[in-house]
């Protein structure tokens, strides 16, 4: 199974669990999971042992998904994924694949509860889209 597979499969579990914390707004927020709990699943699909997954949490942050910053103004910047120390991809590629990739499905998990529940506005049009399409995260 592909990194991708692997990742949709997780994200499903996650959805099913009713795992995720944060908020949603026009004015930013976050959509995220505790790292233990991803890292749970994650470990069990590709096979590692517990110490391997001790290790890899304190190369993360303490929870993992996607978020955007609010710039000011009524704008949003872009939707932007979790990091991971860069380690992870020399020492368990596999792990840093997966993970990219459900940072990558958190993005679009993000838009989609974003866009349902954020009504299109002046500000959406005129700054948050171009914002986006630039590449801005933040304002500092």
Do not use: H
Request: net charge neutral; with cysteine.
């Amino acid at each position: 199974m592909n990194n991708k597979q692997i990742a949709k499969e997780i994200l499903q579990e996650l959805k099913d669990n009713d795992t995720f914390i944060g908020e949603i707004g026009d004015r930013g927020g976050n959509l995220r999971v505790s790292t233990e709990r991803l890292l749970n699943i994650v470990i069990g699909k590709v096979g590692l042992s517990y110490e391997d997954e001790e290790y890899i949490r304190y190369k993360m942050p303490k929870s993992f998904g996607a978020y955007c910053n609010y710039l000011g103004g009524g704008i949003r910047g872009s939707i932007c994924k979790s990091n991971f120390d860069k380690c992870l991809w020399k020492e368990y590629p596999k792990v840093a694949g997966v993970l990219d990739a459900i940072g990558n499905l958190f993005i679009k998990y993000y838009k989609e509860i974003e866009s349902e529940d954020i009504e299109p506005d002046y500000w959406n049009d005129k700054a948050t889209k171009p914002a986006r399409k630039k590449g801005i995260e933040s304002a500092y």
